[in-house]
């Protein structure tokens, strides 16, 4: 079992700036394939950053440029460095992680991944 939990949601100006993070524990070995992704209000789930174990990555068009995944050295916590926030980015914001491998991560696919965070509200208003 992998247990994710998320922090640094919160309210913004449009134009802002937030910083999300995320905490892996558990049986992490192989877990190699990590994501964000965020869910509005009535609309589908929606994947907006991978990051493979290389260090390779993966953007949504929605948020390229504004939205940068990271993660740290030892490879229990994830970041999701989001700039220029504007109102369409108002959302529910969930971590996740999977065993995928090479072929398919990173991706921005939901079935790749098999564990998730509780989500951290982010509201861009003025």
């Known amino acids: 079992q992998v247990n994710m939990v998320e922090s640094g949601g919160g309210s913004v100006q449009p134009g802002g700036s937030l910083r999300l993070s995320c905490t892996l524990s558990g049986y992490t070995d192989g877990v190699d394939c990590l994501g964000w992704f965020r869910q509005a209000p009535g609309k589908e789930r929606e994947g907006i950053a991978s990051?493979?174990?290389?260090?390779?990555?993966k953007v949504a068009n929605s948020v390229r440029g504004r939205f940068t995944a990271s993660r740290d050295n030892a490879k229990t916590t994830l970041y999701l460095q989001m700039d220029n926030l504007n109102p369409e980015d108002t959302a529910m914001y969930y971590c996740?992680?999977?065993?995928?491998?090479?072929?398919?991560?990173?991706?921005?696919?939901?079935?790749?991944?098999?564990?998730w965070g509780q989500g951290t509200q982010v509201t861009v208003s003025s």
């Open positions: 990051i493979y174990t290389d260090g390779s990555s």
């Open positions: 996740a992680a999977g065993r995928a491998g090479p072929r398919w991560c990173p991706g921005l696919w939901t079935h790749l991944y098999d564990y």
